[in-house]
């Protein structure tokens, strides 16, 4: 099982930018699919982006063109760059892998955008 853990959320004021961090505790490997979902209380827990090994990626409508989902395989480390923040992006960011062996998840991290 790999475990995953979360940083860079917090406060930011509309149209900023902001950038999270999820790290897995060993090497990622190969046939994986990571990304980001959010969640707002009293709510579903919705996909933002997601990434393959391949490097492809998949982005809700909502995100495209201000979210991307850079990733570092040397540090086993997926990021989710965020611009031109909007007080709709306030949610708790929770990253994920989706592996052969099963999925994980982090604990999560809030982010909150001012208007």
């Known amino acids: 099982q790999v475990q995953l853990v979360e940083s860079g959320g917090g406060l930011v004021q509309a149209g900023g930018s902001m950038r999270l961090s999820c790290g897995a505790s060993?090497?990622?490997?190969?046939?994986?699919?990571m990304g980001w979902y959010r969640q707002v209380p009293g709510k579903e827990r919705e996909l933002a982006a997601t990434?393959?090994?391949?490097?492809?990626?998949k982005y809700d409508d909502s995100v495209k063109g201000r979210f991307t989902i850079p990733k570092d395989i040397a540090k086993n480390t997926v990021y989710l760059q965020m611009n031109d923040l909007k007080p709709e992006d306030t949610a708790i960011y929770y990253c994920?892998?989706?592996?052969?062996?099963?999925?994980?998840w982090g604990q999560g991290t809030q982010v909150t955008v001012s208007s």
């Open positions: 060993r090497r990622i490997g190969t046939g994986n699919v």
């Open positions: 994920y892998i989706h592996a052969p062996w099963g999925i994980a």
């Open positions: 990434i393959t090994t391949g490097g492809s990626t």
